[in-house]
């Protein structure tokens, strides 16, 4: 077996303009047309608190907020959200003034490693701003594309029912 | 003391600022990307880099033809073969190339364009397959391959059976990374490690460097469960081609190559056999388990120790054998040893307790042993009885009725079944340094990691108690080699290890602080000394330090595992509910209850989560988690988390878990024990056994899955 399939591919030298708002700042890239959103974010804006996990949509580490919805990052391209708001854990607050979600997720040990939390921390916030946050079981599901391998399911459950109750539903997103 | 303490680290962790190996950007920062065998086994006849050197932004291609030479990896556990020194292929997804560029992007698209053409070898893969099996030389503190203890009594009952467990992959969700810089001959790695002396020891042996002149850093790992535990091909490829290129160079892996780059947990193959007397009474217990291992090392999973040591019986024997199969080296993998193993023993005895119409508890208390029936040791500390007692009750257990499929809800057959879980005390060396300043913080280093388990906030809680002071006023360095040196952190063991090295520097510390201020004791608050525990006599640091010309006082302390005479075990005991909807097959994990005795707990919080963490882990043995391998082509079938399962929210039912016992004299200094993995065993026979509470189908294969339940 060998890696004849590829033999012919060579490197595609265009580059494509970008404009990303991100937490509120303009950025105009030049980027590879097949860069993703993710690398984008981390390789060239350099925003590393979005992390990539399985750079195919299966872990939910990179969950960014986009217009106010939630997305993996590596599922779509840097292109395709040209113009488009961005909002990264960077932007939903700091460790000096954490947003609720954040601020709960501390106060219910809803962390272990620390790797998926960016991500689990925007699905959680989208979660309760999509009105989805309303009873366990509810949340469960709407959480369950955000893997934790350290397994701290339980405690991010209690820390989205307390932000749930500390931040009521924005009815913006309200479904 | 015990005291619920959140973590340190959580606001700079859910803000996105804690910085990961592959978090760290640099001006000359380049980009490496791995070209990895697609054959299990075969020798490399051409590698053509002509496409590769020549596409956009690529600086270099390094394959086993120009790579620089390596030696032998000495005095650390390394779990592959040296990268990039010869043309033979061992296992599928071996690193063949390595290719550097300016961006990700064009290293990532250059290594697609490196062609290889192999001479292809007849693989093995399929270990229980393999005939000539070897007989394992385990590290001592796993205990020998082989034991044999006693006289098997006559008996009247005898079960023997096979059980067998799959392979398994961490998965830790951060992908290992390297982050390697050669700058005026000194090596400063950021690695995703659990072990970062480890490293710089694998490092300086291979690339023939002082270990000085390097320097091994981990601020933070993103998850190990044992992947980043042993040192991988991939370190070396990244700090090799720093060396050789010069500048700062970082290769993150693919998760695809996270299948074939750093071990996994082996399948095994479980021999069992118990013999009893009717009376409840284990007259003999047999346990015989094979897995397989690399062709180049050998990895034994030590799933015959939980038999070891859980019963009472007049005669155990045990025997481990390996079997050398084209994977990468097997590697220890949350739980080990007892966690594969615990599925037979504890399985055998749910078969045993139907077999003898009696409840499984009794059983197990029946057969309860009193000391370590292999090495005739007392236990450092056992409680198993309260374990089983408390989470009896907590369960509800005494309502359980004994005949399967007894109870029903609607579509689901309902079922309860329970295991004990056992897990080894590992312990290292450690070594660790407390300073006090004349603004009364107190800073704690050791070199040790922080994982997930929550050392930033656990260990300056040790310091804390030993000085006097709030925890808050301590702050912790750590992962780092310019640092005292400790064992990696890994089975358990950092609480325990590097916690009793913190406890003896702070205790010197105060020594030294009483004698400055010509006291018998002292206790710190704030930047004061309490002296003799006297609230009158107080002393200000500043006074102090200025009378004797100290801007600091630092004290070392370390920890060397000693032999006490004692077994070093904790146990548990695991409650489950399950619920298999019979139309369907599928099984639901309704709730767990898990009673622990792991010494003291130094920090109620961050325990419960590595407890709930490993219960959920054993939910995902139980039922969710195996890595097929296709022996046609001789790799793993499903290398992405879409084919590889891991438990999900949605998976998870209610969870409750406590601690009974308290102070552990024996292990280390603070009383305490391991417990992130023990959490893990014992889930999973649990679970198989409420499935069989429920269905009346034992299944002696993991993981149960529906097609099994239909």
Redesign the interface.
């Known amino acids: ?4 399939a ?2 012919n ?3 595609i ?1 265009v580059t494509a303009r970008v404009s990303l708002r991100v937490n509120g700042v303009e950025h105009h890239l030049v980027v ?1 047309p ?2 993703t959103l993710l ?1 984008a974010l ?2 060239v804006i ?11 949509g ?2 939910g ?1 990179c969950t960014v907020h986009v217009d106010g919805r939630r997305v993996n990052a590596c599922l779509t391209l840097a292109v395709m959200q040209d113009g488009h708001d961005v909002t ?3 932007g ?4 000096e003034n ?1 947003h609720p979600v ?1 601020r709960a ?3 219910n ?1 809803a ?8 991500g689990q ?1 925007m699905a959680a916030a989208a979660c309760i701003a999509e009105g989805n946050a309303t009873a366990p079981h509810r ?3 709407w ?15 209690a820390a989205i029912q307390e932000a749930a109750q500390a931040d009521p539903v924005d009815p913006a997103h309200a479904r | 003391m015990s005291r619920a303490r959140t973590r340190v680290d959580g606001p700079a962790k859910v803000a996105g600022v804690a910085r990961y190996a592959a978090d760290h950007p640099g001006p000359d920062l380049r980009h490496l990307a791995l070209v990895t065998a697609t054959v299990p086994a075969a020798t490399i006849s051409t590698v053509d880099t002509t496409a590769a050197s020549a596409a956009p932004g690529v600086v270099a291609v390094l394959t086993h033809e120009n790579a620089p030479r390596l030696a032998p990896p000495v005095g650390a556990p390394y779990g592959g073969r040296l990268p990039l020194q010869d043309n033979e292929v061992h296992y599928d997804g071996e690193p063949v190339a390595v290719v550097v560029a300016d961006t990700l992007d064009h290293a990532r698209a250059a290594a697609d364009l490196v062609r290889v053409d192999y001479e292809v070898r007849a693989a093995i893969t399929d270990f229980t397959a393999v005939t000539d099996l070897v007989v394992p030389s385990p590290p001592p503190r796993w205990g020998p391959a082989d034991t044999n203890v006693g006289t098997p009594e006559p008996a009247e009952v005898t079960l023997a059976r096979v059980y067998t467990t799959a392979a398994r992959h961490h998965s830790p969700l951060e992908p290992s990374a390297t982050h390697a810089e050669w700058r005026d001959g000194r090596l400063f790695v950021r690695d995703a490690t659990q072990g970062v002396f480890g490293v710089r020891t694998v490092l300086s042996s291979v690339l023939g460097l002082p270990r000085e002149d390097i320097r091994v850093v981990a601020e933070y790992t993103g998850g190990g469960f044992g992947a980043k535990g042993y040192v991988w091909p991939h370190q070396i490829i990244a700090a090799m081609t720093a060396v050789h290129l010069g500048g700062a160079v970082r290769l993150v892996l693919t998760r695809a190559q996270s299948f074939t780059s750093h071990g996994y947990q082996p399948p095994t193959r479980q021999r069992i056999t118990v013999a009893a007397h009717r009376t409840g009474r284990i007259a003999a217990l047999e346990h015989d388990s094979v897995s397989p291992t690399a062709t180049y090392g050998g990895y034994v999973e030590m799933a015959a120790n939980a038999t070891r040591v859980l019963y009472a019986a007049p005669a155990i024997r045990t025997s481990h054998r390996i079997a050398p199969v084209n994977t990468i080296l097997p590697t220890p993998m949350r739980a080990p040893h007892e966690g594969p193993g615990a599925f037979a023993t504890e399985s055998l005895m749910d078969e045993l307790a139907h077999e003898l119409g009696v409840d499984p508890l009794w059983l197990r208390l029946r057969n309860h042993a009193d000391v370590d029936p292999t090495s005739g040791l007392p236990f450092a500390a056992k409680d198993l009885r309260a374990c089983y007692r408390e989470g009896a009750r907590r369960f509800g257990w005494e309502r359980r009725p004994l005949a399967p499929r007894s109870v029903r809800d609607g579509h689901d057959l309902v079922g309860w079944g329970m295991a004990s879980a056992v897990m080894a005390t590992f312990r290292f060396p450690a070594s660790a340094r407390v300073r006090l300043r004349v603004d009364g913080t107190v800073v704690v280093e050791a070199g040790c990691q922080e994982i997930g388990t929550g050392t930033y906030t656990i260990l300056p809680q040790v310091a804390a108690d030993v000085l006097g002071c709030p925890a808050d006023q301590v702050t912790l360095r750590l992962g780092d080699t310019d640092l005292p040196e400790t064992g990696m952190t890994a089975g358990s063991s950092t609480t325990l290890s590097v916690g009793s090295a913190i406890s003896a520097a702070a205790t010197t510390l105060t020594a030294q602080l009483a004698e400055l201020a010509g006291a018998d004791a002292v206790s710190l608050t704030g930047t004061t000394l309490e002296l003799d525990g006297d609230p009158d006599r107080v002393v200000d640091l500043a006074d102090l330090f200025a009378e004797h010309d100290l801007v600091e006082v630092t004290a070392d302390g370390s920890f060397t595992p000693t032999d006490t005479g004692h077994s070093l075990h904790s146990f548990g005991a695991v409650f489950a509910e399950v619920a298999v909807d019979e139309d369907f097959g599928t099984c639901r994990v309704r709730r767990l209850v898990a009673v622990y005795n792991a010494g003291r707990i130094i920090n109620p919080l961050t325990a419960r989560g590595q407890m709930t963490g490993g219960l959920i882990w054993g939910i995902g043995q139980a039922l969710l988690e195996q890595s097929t391998l296709d022996h046609e082509l001789g790799r793993f079938v499903s290398k992405d988390l879409a084919g590889y399962l891991v438990a999900t929210q949605a998976d998870v039912g209610e969870l409750e878990v406590a601690f009974v016992g308290e102070h552990d004299p024996h292990s280390g200094a603070i009383g305490a024990r391991g417990i992130g993995e023990l959490g893990a065993v014992g889930v999973a026979p649990a679970i198989a056994n409420a499935v069989f509470h429920a269905t009346g189908k034992r299944i002696r294969s993991l993981p149960i899955t529906p097609e099994n339940l239909l």
């Open positions: 077996m060998t890696e004849q590829t033999e591919r060579t490197a030298p590879e097949r860069m690398d981390r390789e350099g925003l590393t608190g979005t992390k990539k996990g399985c750079d195919r299966e872990c580490a990264t854990v960077e939903l607050g700091t460790p954490p954040q997720f501390v106060a040990d962390l272990q490693c620390g790797f998926c939390t960016p921390v949340i469960r599901e959480m369950s594309g955000n893997l934790c391998r350290c397994a701290a399911y339980p405690q991010i459950i």
